[in-house]
């Protein structure tokens, strides 16, 4: 028999792997060999085996050796990597990437220890230490040496000296994680609760559970997490950053206990990974929380995946294989028979569109947690502000955050930072200047010589800037910035004597910090959280009763057709730190008051925000109406661009545009495939250099 191997090796002509003829092996997919490679021996993960021979005009070399009993994958995790190398373009080698750790694998191997057990029970006449051996393994079996040292505190040389003399037994074990089912904390749900976790429980479709914030959505997710458990099945649960499976673990620990949980993300070290990987696969975890990677754990036997947050752009992996966890998840927990569950409070356009559709199973929960009620909001125009020195606060929320300071309450703030670029807008019709190729914002630059022009990034048009605006002649355009730059000295200024944290990629470098930050807010050791993203997701923090953005426009002007949802979708869950077990307040600050984005989430209108924007998605042929293949371009970047987009509208009827990346400084340019099936034009490109993003999130 022949099967196809994919080596340890990355080079790219052997991807999608080499042929081995079996030998008198007898091996399985997903089995972990090592095969002969040019003048090497290498490691490699047996894919397919071909039951019969097929006629060769080439020598097939041998399977040199089988490195391990049991397979390193299972034919759920097979089929779902041949399904990532083909829907998102790569190879298999490269999809193999995420589902093991850093070669060597062989270090995958689970460890082995020494065992002990009494064979003569004379208590030793000398020697605290052994006579203390003695006592402790009389009327034992054998016993690892961990626990020896664990529970009597004793050295291995102690041991090992009673084993020569003849009175101890000694033999190495490999490491065992049998399987022991946790003792269960059965979540209490309320009435609401139970009707959707019924309503998820009954359904073999994806579930959306929509659930405004605050509604107790984590601990439906607690309820199905049990339910796995107790049918002997492993679970899933995905968090949208690496930080916040800080915030969720104690919920879960509550659940299952530490030991029966494991935590997985990119920041762990080789060897953290490596031992993790190791516990998941011999079966010795039941709960594993973690962020996008963590749906590649080798769980045995999957039973449940939960996608937390699922609206989150952090889900979309950047790097090869360019996957979308939770398009991924649906095709894993097909290929399992494992349930899949989206929460969210704020619903991605795709899945609220599968929903609508009846793809997805559509669970609701419309009432907070206790009947809390939603905060109220105020929207503060920031073009009738006089800032003085102060920008970007005013003075009605200065006076909000010195209210909860003397209340002993607290307050959170949010800077959207991932506006770098500025756009041009009006401040009396309140339009953005738009691109008339994309529809979409034009951006503000300057050139070297300082003078300032528009730039469309989608489609590379580019224009000069008007002295009047186009819609309502007025001369008053202003060009919109973050403000963030001087916003901790101002609160410093402002407010000497009160204790402000801040979160954001300079003080949260570990899971750990996000820890300490969370206690301190918790254990009323803080007054003011100034931060970025991770401050408006999910975050449980009971004391805070005023929530604000700085500046909303930020976000509105990002020159991209997901910034109205993705801006929207933040003053949503911004809404949600507010007022969860007070009376809250939210305070929105923008230049456009009356943007569509900003009323429909102070009027907490998720669901109309939801099918108005969906309207227009479709009416100007966007996602989810439509599908976007990127291409990106580096060698002589330019001109190969503009050859692949020409080549792309003359041989079909797809959308396409060719334009320099934003930030990539004129050497990287990108185009943009739009249309029902864009995947159908690959095969006629010649894509040498060139890489494929399917379903790209960022298009700028």
């Not at 064979?119 to 079996?141: A, C, F, H, S, W």
């Not at 033999?171 to 065992?176: Q, V």
């Not at 020159?559 to 809404?575: S, Y």
């Not at 739009?674 to 010649?686: F, Y």
Request: glycine share 6%; charged share 25%; aromatic share 6%.
């Amino acid at each position: 028999m022949l099967c196809r191997v994919l080596t340890r090796s990355r080079s790219p002509g052997i991807g999608n792997g080499l042929t081995y003829d079996c030998g008198d092996f007898e091996l399985k997919e997903g089995s972990h060999v090592s095969i002969p490679l040019r003048k090497e021996i290498v490691e490699g993960v047996v894919f397919e085996v071909m039951k019969q021979r097929k006629d060769q005009d080439f020598d097939i070399k041998n399977v040199e050796a089988v490195l391990a009993e049991s397979p390193l994958l299972n034919s759920t995790q097979l089929k779902t990597l041949e399904w990532i190398s083909n829907y998102y373009c790569c190879s298999l080698r490269q999809a193999l990437r995420v589902w093991l750790p850093t070669p060597s694998w062989k270090k995958l191997k689970p460890k082995k220890e020494p065992y002990f057990k009494l064979i003569d029970p004379t208590i030793p006449k000398r020697g605290v230490n052994q006579q203390m051996i003695v006592e402790y393994l009389r009327d034992k079996d054998w016993v690892p040496l961990s626990q020896i040292k664990d529970e009597i505190n004793v050295s291995g040389s102690s041991l090992k000296k009673l084993a020569e003399k003849g009175r101890l037994a000694m033999e190495e074990r490999e490491e065992t994680y049998d399987h022991i089912k946790p003792e269960i904390n059965e979540p209490k749900l309320t009435n609401a609760q139970n009707e959707a976790y019924k309503k998820i429980k009954k359904s073999d479709k994806p579930s959306l559970l929509f659930g405004i914030t605050s509604s107790g959505k984590t601990e439906i997710y607690a309820q199905m997490i049990s339910d796995a458990v107790h049918s002997g099945k492993q679970a899933i649960l995905l968090v949208p950053e690496i930080l916040l499976t800080e915030h969720c673990i104690h919920r879960f620990d509550e659940l299952l206990g530490l030991k029966h949980i494991a935590v997985v993300h990119s920041r762990l070290t080789i060897a953290q990974r490596r031992r993790a990987w190791t516990k998941i696969h011999n079966g010795g975890i039941s709960l594993v929380i973690g962020s996008r990677s963590a749906l590649f754990a080798p769980v045995p036997n999957l039973g449940l995946v939960i996608i937390d947050e699922e609206h989150e752009w952090t889900y979309k992996n950047e790097q090869s294989p360019r996957y979308h966890a939770r398009e991924t998840a649906v095709k894993l927990c097909e290929f399992a028979g494992a349930k899949l569950v989206l929460g969210t409070a704020t619903p991605s356009l795709e899945s609220w569109a599968r929903a609508k559709s009846g793809e997805y199973n559509f669970v609701k929960l419309t009432e907070r947690y206790q009947d809390q009620p939603l905060p109220s909001v105020r929207i503060i125009d920031l073009a009738d502000s006089n800032f003085g020195k102060l920008y970007p606060f005013t003075p009605p929320l200065l006076d909000a955050i010195s209210d909860r300071i003397k209340k002993h309450e607290q307050s959170v703030l949010f800077i959207n930072r991932r506006g770098v670029s500025s756009a041009l807008m009006c401040l009396d019709c309140k339009r953005r200047i738009v691109s008339p190729e994309s529809n979409l914002p034009f951006t503000v630059h300057k050139d070297y010589q300082g003078n300032p022009y528009l730039l469309d990034h989608t489609t590379g048009t580019r224009g000069e800037v008007p002295a009047t605006c186009p819609s309502c002649s007025s001369v008053r355009l202003h060009a919109i910035g973050a403000g963030t730059q001087r916003i901790e000295e101002i609160l410093n200024a402002e407010f000497p004597n009160a204790r402000l944290l801040r979160a954001d990629s300079d003080t949260l470098t570990h899971p750990e910090h996000m820890r300490l930050l969370l206690k301190k807010m918790r254990e009323n050791q803080a007054d003011i959280l100034l931060g970025t993203q991770s401050v408006v997701k999910g975050l449980d923090l009971p004391n805070v009763t005023l929530a604000a953005v700085l500046v909303a426009d930020v976000g509105l002007s990002l020159p991209h057709f997901r910034a109205g949802e993705r801006i929207f979708q933040l003053l949503t869950q911004l809404t949600g730190r507010s007022g969860r077990a007070k009376t809250g307040e939210v305070i929105i600050q923008t230049f456009r008051p009356n943007a569509p984005e900003v009323k429909f989430a102070a009027e907490h209108k998720t669901e109309e925000f939801l099918d108005e924007e969906l309207k227009l998605r479709i009416h100007a042929r966007y996602p989810p109406a439509t599908k976007i293949i990127r291409l990106v371009v580096r060698e002589d970047p330019e001109t190969k661009a503009k050859e692949l987009r020409d080549k792309i509208r003359s041989e079909s009827d797809l959308i396409s545009h060719a334009s320099p990346q934003l930030f990539g400084g004129g050497k990287t340019w990108q185009v943009l495939i739009r249309g029902v099936n864009p995947e159908k034009v690959l095969k006629q490109l010649d894509l040498k250099g060139v890489v494929v993003d399917v379903d790209p999130i960022e298009c700028v």
